[in-house]
């Protein structure tokens, strides 16, 4: 610090130059590929996929079911697997520019590698951000289908949270629970038709409820009044989003091991998904965890990723 006082660095320019060490010794910047919006086609499915059981009627053609034939020319998974990691972010936020006021949001770096996601420092383009996560999402999920990766759903591992008889519950139970990639594209469509505050009050949020509702039943009633209101709406948005985008991340690793995408210096055991929260202090939030499963874990012999609320 005092060589570069003597050279005539001023106490903000040091700052800066401190806080960018920082941020490059956990973040490694890229630049996205600029590629048009990829759709997401509907009843999309793999030759021989297992979905097929239900979907092929006698006599029906490929055309019908709405097939995908193995394509002739090979098929580099890891390329494949970066452009979804580039594309997805770590809940939705990656480093695809130096100036970080340009992100989706912050993520803050804990000991025993957790992270935290939030949306908090974004003070004005909350709505256009969350668009533009959405469109990188649906274009990655385009992208793991031209790879082969999936049909047109993908599996987040979650902690049970729902018991007939509440006497016999066990927080440790993890259930496997499907999310159709028409979810994602309904959202893209709901939170694009919102314009402003007013708008946003009476906005149209079927899926983000549906999603959250779904995956953690009574998050929903603990993030949204009755009469919601548009910070509260800004929350569900922002988490269904970032459970999007990290689950997504997840099951192209097939669920297990820490995270660790192409643009982090190191892997992360722990996610807090913290909407536009800045702390988790009396907010409600989701966590993504490793877990140990003991039906599997001896053929695993790996941790696989748990969602809780």
């Known amino acids: 610090l005092r060589e570069l006082k003597n050279v005539g660095y001023t106490h903000g320019e040091i700052a800066e130059l ?5 941020n490059d010794s956990v973040w490694i910047c890229f630049t996205l590929d600029s590629r048009p919006d990829l759709e ?6 793999l030759e021989g996929c297992v979905h097929q059981l239900f979907l092929r009627r006698p006599f029906e053609d490929d055309a019908t079911t709405g097939l995908s034939r193995p394509s002739p020319e090979h098929l580099d998974l890891e390329i494949v697997r970066i452009q979804i990691q580039r594309l997805c972010g770590l809940g939705g936020i990656a480093p695809s520019t130096r100036e970080m006021d340009k992100w989706h949001g912050s993520v803050k770096f804990g000991g025993n590698s957790v992270a935290l996601a939030s949306c908090a420092n974004l003070d004005t383009g909350i709505i256009s951000r969350l668009v533009n996560v959405l469109k990188l999402f649906c274009t990655a999920l385009a992208v793991a289908q031209g790879g082969k ?9 979650r902690y049970r949270a729902w018991f007939e008889d509440e006497d016999a519950r066990d927080p440790w139970v993890v259930e496997v629970s499907r999310v159709d990639f028409n979810l994602a594209v309904q959202l893209l469509a709901e939170v694009q038709a919102i314009t402003d505050d007013t708008n946003l009050q009476t906005a149209d949020l079927r899926a983000a409820t549906k999603l959250v509702d779904d995956l953690f039943p ?19 948005c922002s988490l269904a989003v ?7 991340e997840s099951y192209i690793q097939a669920h297990e091991d820490p995270l660790q995408p192409c ?6 055991k722990k996610v807090k998904l913290l909407r536009i929260s800045a ?3 009396q907010n409600p939030f989701v966590a993504a965890t490793l877990k140990e499963l003991t039906c599997m874990g001896e053929m695993l012999l790996k941790p696989v990723l748990v969602f809780s609320a």
Do not use: M, W
């Open 18 to 22: 401190l806080l960018e060490e920082a």
């Open 40 to 45: 997401v086609p509907p009843f999309h499915h």
């Open 149 to 157: 990766l999936c049909c047109e759903s993908f599996t987040i591992l």
């Open 218 to 236: 009574g998050l929903y009633n603990r993030t949204v009044s009755t009469n919601a209101k548009p910070l509260e709406i800004l929350h569900i």
């Open 242 to 248: 970032q459970i999007l985008t990290t689950g997504f």
């Open 263 to 268: 643009f982090l210096d190191g892997p992360i």
């Open 279 to 281: 702390t988790t202090e």
